[in-house]
């Protein structure tokens, strides 16, 4: 009954992995990523799994994007300053 | 051992374990079947034991010490960023200037950092009857937290945020989370068992033994570790800066 | 396959395969403004989820979407503002589409619940949907500014 949302569900999980790794900026990837965990939450949701929605939802919808931006912010202040000391 | 052999014991150890995966796949229940042995068995126990959420039961009953072995990854990788990420000898803090943000942002902000530290601690509590638990709400709420950071500025987030004292309270939720496992071998049971409390009333908040306890153990533990984790992160993002070797 | 069924993988279809075009083509601001819209439609989408499967509990799902989505965003806005402040995106028919969206299915689904506490989760889910979306576009659109270090 519930099978043509599964495979919605599934082929927008695969779409959005494969762009996820065709994005090559870091800071973009880190959007898609976060699309990304949205849309793996539904997946979870339709295959009747709403806990671990609710982990990938917690985890993927603000804490990885700001630990990614973070660490991406922390390298290129590095970059900058060796390139200003050079 | 040349590059060759390793290859090779490489390529046989991996086509075992293909070959094995693959046996073991296909003696799975049917995709959407109504055959489920597992969940059948998980679903009885978790009822016996008046638990309304079945996995909550699998994860803080059934299954707890191995919840206990994933505590302690999160407790470990926590400490490997503690010591990682701590400012070295050659670095020194920098005071970060407070970003420019619009009032309505920064309102939005005031205004549901406290909403979503409600919905946190609502989803922990709610742990063993809907789904959630510990580690979500933890997370949760410790996301809550840094909408200081977000809608106001570092340091507004600094003062409600005593790294230490959530550090501490990492270890002491870890900590409860094994007391109450040896209560029960001091109860004359086994480690973990969950015999020590009243089942409770089915489908009310105090239900389930030692479930809700164990899950507030988890959640706490959850929350002081991603605080600290994303305090080491924010200081070496915003604060920490090399010094420049002259 | 019910109504409600059918609602939600129209609204998820459509609207996560457009939010993935728009956050993996374009400029940045684009793809942050994209970014912001999957909140938008997947907690609508499973808001009609819950209804469809005729179970309440999951209604937390949208609950902590709804909380932590715009989050999310403001993430966004906040670390990169730097590369926002350039060419702020504008994109507020899009904000505006889905705060509709996400107002109609609330209220769709709250005519259809019996009052009571499951109305109120609604209506606070859908407000912080909707405000949190609203505040989440203004926020990208020049809301967080002049950060150096901070």
Redesign the interface.
């Given at each position: 009954?519930?099978d043509?949302?599964v495979v919605?569900?599934l082929l927008?999980v695969a779409?959005?992995a494969t762009?996820a790794v065709?994005?090559r900026d870091p800071?973009?990837q880190?959007?898609?990523l976060?699309?990304l965990g949205?849309?793996l939450?539904?997946l979870f949701?339709?295959l009747?799994a709403?806990d671990v929605?609710?982990s990938q939802?917690?985890v993927g919808?603000?804490v990885t994007?700001?630990l990614l931006?973070?660490t991406v912010?922390k390298v290129r202040r590095r970059g900058q300053r060796k390139g200003r000391e050079r | 051992m040349n590059r060759r052999f390793r290859l090779w014991l490489v390529a046989v150890g991996s086509a075992g374990l293909a070959a094995l995966l693959v046996a073991a796949c296909l003696e799975l229940p049917d995709f959407g079947g109504a055959w489920h042995p597992y969940g059948d068995r998980a679903v009885r126990a978790s009822l016996d034991r008046h638990t309304a959420n079945t996995v909550a039961s699998v994860n803080f009953d059934q299954r707890a010490f191995d919840t206990l072995g994933e505590m302690t990854i999160l407790f470990a990788a926590v400490l490997g960023c503690v010591v990682l990420l701590r400012q070295t000898r050659d670095e020194h803090r920098?005071r970060?200037?407070?970003?420019?943000?619009?009032p309505?942002?920064r309102r939005?902000?005031l205004i549901?950092l406290p909403?979503?530290l409600l919905?946190g601690l609502y989803?922990i509590a709610?742990g063993q009857?809907?789904?959630?638990g510990g580690f979500?709400g933890g997370v949760?709420a410790a996301?809550?937290l840094?909408?200081l950071?977000?809608?106001a500025?570092?340091r507004a987030l600094e003062r409600i945020r005593p790294v230490g004292l959530y550090e501490v309270g990492d270890a002491a939720a870890a900590c409860a989370y094994l007391v109450l496992g040896l209560a029960g071998v001091l109860a004359g049971t086994a480690f973990l068992a969950n015999t020590l409390l009243p089942y409770g009333t089915f489908n009310t908040l105090s239900s389930g033994g030692t479930v809700p306890l164990l899950n507030a153990a988890i959640g706490m533990e959850v929350a002081c570790a991603v605080v600290v984790l994303l305090a080491r992160f924010l200081d070496q993002a915003?604060e920490i800066e090399e010094e420049s070797r002259a | 396959?019910n109504g409600w069924?059918l609602a939600?993988?129209v609204t998820?279809?459509g609207g996560?395969?457009a939010?993935?075009w728009g956050?993996?083509t374009g400029p940045?601001g684009r793809?942050?403004v994209?970014?912001n819209l999957?909140?938008a439609v997947?907690c609508p989408?499973?808001l009609l989820?819950s209804q469809a499967?005729e179970?309440p509990?999951?209604v937390?799902?949208a609950?902590?979407?709804a909380?932590?989505?715009?989050?999310?965003t403001?993430?966004?806005?906040?670390?990169?503002?730097d590369?926002l402040t350039g060419h702020p995106p504008r994109a507020w028919w899009p904000t505006w589409t889905a705060a509709a969206l996400g107002t109609a299915v609330v209220l769709a689904l709250c005519a259809v619940t019996a009052p009571g506490r499951a109305t109120v989760k609604l209506l606070v889910t859908g407000a912080?949907l909707v405000?949190?979306n609203v505040?989440a576009g203004?926020?990208l659109t020049?809301?967080?500014?002049?950060?150096?270090?901070?």
């Open positions: 009954m519930a043509p949302v919605v569900a927008l779409g959005s762009l065709a994005v800071v973009r880190a959007l898609v976060s699309v949205v849309v939450a539904v949701t339709v009747q709403p929605g609710l939802l917690a919808s603000a994007p700001l931006l973070l912010r | 920098a970060p200037e407070p970003a420019d943000v619009e309505p942002v939005y902000a549901v909403v979503a919905t989803v709610h009857l809907s789904p959630g979500q949760v996301t809550a840094h909408l950071y977000l809608g500025d570092y915003v | 396959m069924l939600a993988a998820l279809g996560l395969t939010t993935l956050v993996t940045l793809r942050v994209a970014q999957a909140t997947a989408g499973l989820l499967y179970r509990a999951y937390d799902l609950l902590v979407l909380v932590l989505g715009p989050v999310g403001l993430v966004f806005a906040r670390l990169l503002s590369e912080l405000g949190g505040v203004r926020a020049g809301g967080i500014r002049g950060v150096r270090g901070g």
